[in-house]
């Protein structure tokens, strides 16, 4: 544990105590103590944070690694956790992908535990990802009619 650090977030400094651990991707991780203490208020349509702080009030404009998001534009198509249950349950095959940066000449390093696990299961990732989704059934089933009729408008009960 690190007591009273020196901490500077855009125009904002302050000292809190933190506890020192490896975080993988993320630098800091500021825990909801932190963020009642100097009264922290996000502001997502701003883009921002507002820091209440008695001492130094201040606005920050967040940044992320994916670039400003467009009012009304998704990254992309997202799939809900619920949708993914559902759809092991029944045995659908199921990909899970990242897109990461690659610089030519640096090496990534990644856990022992990633590393055996991507091993083990080195046979189950296709050669190339389908383009595609599956069809939702195996047969797709109809009614067949009577060539130019027309289907009954009532209910069957």
Same mark, same amino acid.
């Given at each position: ?6 901490? @500077? ?13 490896? #975080? ?17 208020? *996000? ?13 130094? *009030? &201040? ?5 992320? &690694?994916?670039?400003? @998001?467009?009012?009304?534009? &998704? ?26 940066? @690659? ?6 390093? @990644? ?5 055996? #696990? ?8 296709? *050669? ?6 599956? *069809? ?22």
């Amino acid at each position: 544990m690190a007591y009273d650090v020196q901490m @500077v977030i855009g125009s904002w400094t302050g000292k809190h105590n933190l506890m020192a651990m490896p #975080l993988g991707d993320f630098e800091v991780i500021l825990g909801i103590d932190f963020l009642r203490k100097f009264h922290f208020v *996000p502001f997502p349509h701003l883009n921002g944070v507002m820091i209440e702080d008695e001492a130094n *009030p &201040s606005f920050i404009k967040a940044s992320n &690694s994916y670039g400003e @998001v467009k009012k009304g534009k &998704s990254k992309g198509p997202i799939i809900s956790a619920i949708s993914i249950e559902k759809g092991l349950k029944k045995g659908a095959e199921t990909f899970l992908t990242a897109m990461i940066e @690659v610089i030519p000449d640096v090496k990534v390093e @990644v856990l022992d535990c990633v590393a055996n #696990l991507l091993k083990q299961y080195a046979d189950m990732m296709p *050669p190339e990802l389908p383009k595609e989704l599956p *069809p939702r059934r195996d047969i797709d089933h109809k009614i067949e009619l009577l060539p130019n009729s027309v289907a009954p408008a009532r209910a069957p009960y």
